[in-house]
């Protein structure tokens, strides 16, 4: 692939702040109404790093208060979603002083002074589409402030993040194991230790472990083992991985995943009961608000190969044991190991014990299981190189052994988080897209989300009020019953009469038993004739990325904003354009222009955006403008193809294919006829593909419109 230089417009962002009087309490949400996109939210210097699980919205709030405020309760909220958590930029609490978090549908944490004081977080998630914030502050000098929400568009329990996990890498055949994690796509690789053999030497990053595991370094969070330290001081490994080792000489540090808090830490330094190790790593675990925890580092506690129990990481192993952590990865003996939850004597503890993952599997020999442990191993293998995978949700866990291609071994534990709140059982409702158009003489279709907490699978009834003038709602089946922590569906189908007209904001109803929750969806009727369809992308008209579940892109997908251009140092041509052709936002594959080469363009296989549905009227058009670019190395595997999707058969109606030639990015017009569909109720699919060999490829689309 060419190189090519990405150049971005700099943006300044500023947050506001205020002086507060004593007693103030100020609350300031910014939902996403009318299905609009919320505004960017700005970075903050010294923050705990916080990973989104997939299918993640966000945007800014203003909360806070300080002084003695004992105000009514505020919120944040984001109508729809299923879960929020908020972000701190502020927690200053004295004596009892406290911040109480409570989610609209279930679960409540209170935050206090030990909570990250001096950064800013995220907390946990809390289920439904409101945080109420309530303080309780008698110090004067007590102060905290909420700067930003996540909003999740899934039920908590089924938002998932999937993190990689290895040690003992390269060696000579950590080529066999880095194709296990560019398949699992993970958020996070946690690498413990001993990851450039046989020294980790920066030569040796650079030459034995860069080519095959450097295309993971932009999610990659690493530890150190006693390789590293054959180097004086570890320089290779801190200077190979920079910021992202921790602060050298040190090398421990802690990030969220999701609902995860990950720990990693540095078994080859002084980690003794009392050393600044050990005291950093107790506050640490005293500071996050996260229901789960993990920890990883190089030396196992317990092993029954050949280097055998490492009674030195006791230390770790009882602080994280206090904390309730769930999990702990270890490499240093080459095989794969699983232990039962422990305590750090090793005594088998099913209630508070944690579990141990030996994975030092990634490419370097194998020892033989020659050494008897304190701990009970649960499952073992000392001949196959592998990754493991961890898919983790804000109650529970699972871990899989994925081997090398060729080998057979393979291994599955699961857990449940010891401090994730158990919610009572309850159902959120949802509606997608928030925000429909209906033509007199028309229908329009919305589909409904019922979702389940707390293991709730009761029937839940389902009603529509507050439409228009001429405007009749139908949703079938009027009755769901979700499964336990998942989602049932079902749709509403809005019917104008010729005389139809106005806008409302409609309620969605669902009731089970003396519960109901509800869903709003903007509907308004269109003049008759004219677009059915229009969208140029400057809010979110309810447009759904992956919708079948096919996608195999890993990076450069399509999302809706602001494009950053990019420009081939090679040809020197714009690939990626900076502007759109109206406003300033487009539908785009991977906006970001990046640091570097490849970071942002689409990788990996296909991707696809699919619209909310809409009837195409007689003789109905397409009309949009379109962008593409590609580098000499394209081939007519790749492609920007929009596709009609009526039921579930797509229909080609545009497309553009690679080339072994250069090709600028310059937006162009195009139109298709969409005739054969009038009267029915499609939506419309915007796909690109990077496939076969690895290209450069960037697409975007803007104005769409569909008109009679």
Not at 635 to 652: H, Q
Request: hydrophobic content about 35%; charged content about 15%.
């Amino acid at each position: 692939m060419r190189s090519t230089t990405k150049r971005w417009r700099r943006r300044t962002l500023a947050v506001a702040t205020s002086t507060l009087a004593a007693g103030a309490f100020l609350v300031a949400a910014h939902p996403q109404a009318g299905g609009a996109a919320p505004p960017a939210v700005p970075e903050v210097a010294d923050q705990v790093p916080q990973l989104t699980e997939a299918g993640v919205t966000g945007g800014p709030a203003s909360v806070s208060g300080g002084g003695t405020s004992t105000s009514a309760d505020r919120s944040v909220c984001a109508p729809g979603a299923h879960w929020l958590r908020v972000r701190f930029t502020e927690l200053s609490l004295r004596g009892n002083d406290s911040v109480t978090l409570t989610g609209s549908s279930a679960g409540s944490y209170t935050l206090t002074s030990r909570h990250w004081p001096g950064k800013a977080f995220h907390t946990r998630a809390f289920e439904g589409d409101c945080v109420q914030v309530s303080a309780a502050l008698s110090d004067p000098a007590s102060r905290f402030a909420i700067d930003a929400y996540q909003a999740g568009d899934r039920p908590l329990a089924a938002a998932t993040t999937t993190v990689a996990a290895v040690g003992d890498v390269c060696g000579s055949s950590c080529n066999q194991t880095a194709p296990l994690i560019k398949n699992m796509n993970p958020q996070a690789l946690i690498l413990a230790g001993d990851n450039a053999y046989s020294s980790g030497t920066l030569s040796e990053y650079k030459n034995n472990y860069d080519p095959y595991y450097g295309q993971f370094k932009a999610i990659t969070y690493p530890t150190p083992g006693n390789h590293e330290y054959n180097t004086s001081g570890a320089s290779g490994y801190f200077d190979y991985f920079g910021a992202r080792a921790g602060e050298r000489g040190k090398g421990y540090y802690s990030f969220d995943v999701g609902d995860w808090h990950f720990v990693a830490l540095n078994s080859n330094i002084t980690r003794s009961t009392g050393s600044a190790q050990e005291t950093w790593l107790k506050n640490d675990l005293a500071a996050s608000t996260k229901p789960c925890t993990a920890a990883f580092f190089h030396h196992p506690r317990f092993s029954r190969g050949t280097h055998g129990d490492d009674s030195s990481v006791t230390p770790f192993f009882q602080a994280l044991y206090n904390a309730k952590a769930d999990l702990v990865v270890v490499g240093h003996d080459h095989n794969y190991q699983r232990y039962a939850p422990s305590r750090p004597d090793g005594t088998r503890d099913d209630a508070n014990g944690v579990r141990e993952l030996l994975i030092g599997t990634g490419g370097r020999g194998y020892y033989n299981f020659d050494q008897s442990s304190a701990a009970v191993q649960e499952a073992g293998n000392t001949n196959t190189f592998g990754v493991g995978k961890l898919t983790l949700s804000a109650t529970d866990y699972r871990s899989d052994f994925v081997p090398v291609s060729g080998r057979t071994f393979t291994d599955t534990a699961t857990g449940k988080c010891k401090k994730a709140a158990s919610s009572s059982p309850g159902f959120t409702v949802g509606a997608e897209p928030s925000s429909v158009s209906v033509k007199p003489g028309g229908t329009a279709s919305v589909t409904v989300n019922v979702g389940s907490t707390g293991g709730f699978t009761a029937a839940t009834a389902l009603s529509v009020s507050g439409l228009p003038s001429g405007v009749t709602g139908t949703i079938s089946p009027s009755s769901v019953t979700p499964p336990a922590n998942g989602t049932a569906t079902a749709t509403l189908t809005l019917t104008a009469s010729d005389t139809a007209s106005g806008s409302a904001a409609a309620t969605v109803t669902g009731t089970s038993g003396s519960t109901t929750q509800t869903a709003k969806v903007t509907v308004s009727v269109g003049a008759a004739g004219g677009e059915a369809f229009a969208d140029d992308f400057e809010t979110d008209k309810g447009w759904r990325l992956n919708t079948a579940g096919s996608d195999t892109a890993t990076a450069g997908k399509w999302e809706r904003g602001d494009p950053e251009q990019t420009t081939s140092t090679y040809s020197n041509q714009i690939k990626q354009r900076g502007d759109t052709t109206s406003g300033v936002n487009c539908l785009v594959t991977g906006r970001l222009a990046g640091s570097e080469y490849g970071v942002n363009d689409l990788d990996g296989g296909a991707s696809s955006m699919a619209s909310p549905a809409f009837t195409v009227p007689a003789g109905g058009k397409l009309t949009f403008s379109y962008t593409f670019a590609h580098g000499d190395n394209a081939t007519s595997a790749d492609y920007l193809r929009i596709r009609v999707l009526d039921g579930t058969a797509p229909t080609t109606v545009f497309e553009k294919t690679g080339s072994a030639t250069e090709v600028a990015g310059v937006w162009q017009n195009a139109t298709a006829d969409l005739s054969s569909f009038a009267g029915r109720s499609v939506r419309l699919l915007v796909e690109a593909a990077d496939a076969s060999t690895a290209s450069l490829w960037e697409s975007a689309v803007d104005d769409i419109r569909v008109t009679a």
